[in-house]
C-alpha cells in the first residue's frame, strides 16, 4: 500500500479531528434543540387547553350542554386557505381540541378531533393517541367542578416537519461544510508546506562539490534549525569529499614515480647478466621500496589527521614523555644521516588535554624535516617548555633555512624547499600545520638568530 505524503497525512488527520469534533456537537445540538421544540409544542397545547378552560368558563357550562344535541363542531380548515398557507400547505388542519361532558359526551370539537376516541387520561397528561394515519399529540386538563374535560392536540407532521427542518439545519452545514474545509484546509496544509518544496527545489538545484548554504528567504522559525542543520551536514559531507578526493590525488601522485623506479630497476635486475649490475639494480629497487613506505606512512599520517585521527575523545598527553618517544624512534634516521641532535629544555609533567597521535605527528614531522634539511655533520636542537598557558615546541637547524616570501607556501602540500637535502616530499609540514589545528595551536616559521637555519615555534594552549 502506498504511503500517503506528509501533506495528504496531515489533511486526512485534521478532517477527521473536525468531523470527530463538529458530528458530536451538531448531533448534541440538534438534539437539545428538538428537545426543547417538544417542550414549546407541549406548552402550547397546555396553554391552548386553558385558554379553552376560561372560554368555556365564560360562556357557561349549562348553555354549552345546552347545545349537546348539535355537536358544535369547528371548521379544521379555514374559508380562506391561501391565507393561512405556508410553502404549499396549511398548519390549521394538524391542530385542535375537544370538549367531553362528565359522561363523555362530545359537547365541543374541531372536525380533526372530532372522531379521536375518548380515553381515560389524569389530568395535565400529555399522551400520544393514533386515529387513521395520524399520531397525535394530545394533552388533557380537567375541570373538577364542572365535569369537564378539554383535550387539545397536535398532530406529529408539523412536529416531525420540524425535526427534519433541524437535522437539515444542524446536519447540512456540516456535511456541507467538511468538504469545503477540507478543501480549505488542503490549501492551507499546502501554503504552510511550501518552504518544505522550497527546500526541496533548493537542494534539487545544488551543484555537486558547491559549499554555498542554502538560503530560505523568510523561512519558518520552525524551519531554520533544519536549514541550519543541513547546511552543516553538507559542509562537513563536502569537507569529507574533499579529503577524499585530494587523498587519492596525493596517492595517485606520489606514489606513481616510487613505484615505475621499483619496476625498472627489477626489470634490469631479471635482464642483467652481470651479478653486480643485477645486484646494484636490486639496491635501487629496495631504495625505491624504502622511499615508498616512507611516503605512504606521510599520506596516511596526514589522511588520518584531516579525517580528525584525532576523532575521538581527547586525553592527558605529557609532552616530554611523548618527545622521547619520538627521539627513540627516529634514532636510526639521525645516526644515517650524520645530524647531532641536542635537548636545549625537556620538561617534567607538562601535561597537555589533546591527541597523542597528532601531536606525535607533530613532533616527528617537525624533527624530520629539520635532518632532512640539514647536511650531515649539522646540528638539530629540540626545546620543548612553558609560557604562561601555553607550551612552547621548538626546533632549531643550521640548514640552508627558507627565504621569509617562501615560508606562508611552504604549508601546502609536496611544497619542497629550494635547497632541500634528502627525500622529502613536501607533506611534513602539512602534516605538522593540520596536528596544529586540531589543538587550537600556532606555527612560526622564523630566522636563527645566529646564523644560517630555520626556526620553527609551535605555541600549543594547555587548557
Request: proline content about 5%; overall charge negative.
Amino acid at each position: 500500500m502506498k504511503s500517503l505524503s506528509l501533506r495528504s497525512h496531515l489533511l486526512v488527520l485534521i478532517v477527521i479531528v473536525l468531523a470527530a469534533v463538529l458530528l458530536p456537537m451538531g448531533i448534541l445540538s440538534a438534539k437539545r434543540t428538538l428537545d426543547e421544540v417538544d417542550e414549546l409544542s407541549d406548552g402550547r397545547l397546555a396553554q391552548a387547553a386553558r385558554t379553552l378552560e376560561v372560554l368555556i368558563g365564560r360562556i357557561g357550562v349549562d348553555q354549552l350542554r345546552s347545545q349537546r344535541a348539535a355537536r358544535l363542531l369547528v371548521p379544521s380548515v379555514s374559508n380562506h386557505p391561501q391565507e393561512l398557507m405556508v410553502q404549499g400547505r396549511t398548519y390549521e388542519s394538524e391542530v385542535g381540541f375537544e370538549v367531553f361532558d362528565r359522561d363523555g359526551s362530545l359537547l365541543l370539537a374541531t372536525e380533526n378531533l372530532a372522531q379521536l376516541p375518548n380515553m381515560p387520561a389524569a389530568d395535565g397528561a400529555f399522551e400520544d393517541v393514533t386515529s387513521g394515519n395520524h399520531t397525535w399529540r394530545v394533552f388533557t386538563l380537567i375541570m373538577e367542578g364542572d365535569g369537564i374535560t378539554i383535550r387539545s392536540g397536535e398532530r406529529y407532521d408539523s412536529r416531525h416537519e420540524i425535526t427534519r427542518a433541524l437535522w437539515i439545519e444542524h446536519g447540512l452545514p456540516t456535511l456541507l461544510g467538511l468538504p469545503l474545509l477540507a478543501l480549505l484546509v488542503g490549501w492551507a496544509i499546502r501554503r504552510g508546506l511550501r518552504p518544505l518544496e522550497t527546500l526541496a527545489s533548493a537542494l534539487s538545484r545544488r551543484e555537486p562539490g558547491s559549499r554555498d548554504p542554502i538560503r530560505l528567504d523568510d523561512a519558518p522559525t520552525e524551519l531554520k534549525p533544519v536549514v541550519d542543520a543541513l547546511n552543516g551536514q553538507i559542509n562537513r559531507l563536502e569537507r569529507a569529499l574533499e579529503r577524499e578526493r585530494r587523498f587519492s590525488a596525493d596517492v595517485a601522485h606520489e606514489l606513481r614515480t616510487p613505484l615505475a623506479s621499483t619496476m625498472i630497476n627489477l626489470e634490469s635486475a631479471m635482464v642483467s647478466a652481470q651479478p653486480h649490475e643485477a645486484q646494484a639494480a636490486l639496491e635501487a629497487a629496495r631504495e625505491c621500496l624504502v622511499s615508498l613506505a616512507r611516503r605512504t606512512e606521510q599520506l596516511l599520517a596526514l589522511a588520518r589527521l584531516e579525517v580528525g585521527a584525532a576523532s575521538g575523545p581527547r586525553s592527558r598527553v605529557d609532552l616530554g614523555e611523548l618527545a622521547l618517544e619520538v627521539i627513540d624512534e627516529l634514532t636510526p634516521l639521525i645516526g644515517h644521516g650524520g645530524v647531532e641532535l641536542s635537548i636545549r629544555e625537556l620538561p617534567v609533567d607538562l601535561v597537555v588535554d589533546g591527541y597523542g597521535v597528532a601531536l606525535g605527528a607533530l613532533l616527528r614531522n617537525l624533527l624530520e624535516n629539520a635532518f632532512r634539511h640539514v647536511p650531515a655533520g649539522g646540528h638539530v636542537e629540540l626545546s620543548i617548555g612553558r609560557d604562561g598557558d601555553q607550551a612552547i615546541i621548538e626546533v632549531v637547524d643550521d640548514g640552508p633555512g627558507i627565504p621569509a616570501e617562501r615560508r606562508a607556501s611552504m604549508f601546502t602540500r609536496f611544497e619542497r624547499g629550494l635547497d632541500t637535502q634528502g627525500e622529502g616530499f613536501g607533506l611534513g609540514l602539512s602534516i605538522v600545520q593540520r596536528a596544529a589545528e586540531l589543538h587550537g595551536a600556532t606555527i612560526q616559521l622564523l630566522d636563527v638568530e645566529s646564523g644560517p637555519g630555520l626556526r620553527v615555534v609551535v605555541r600549543l594552549p594547555l587548557t
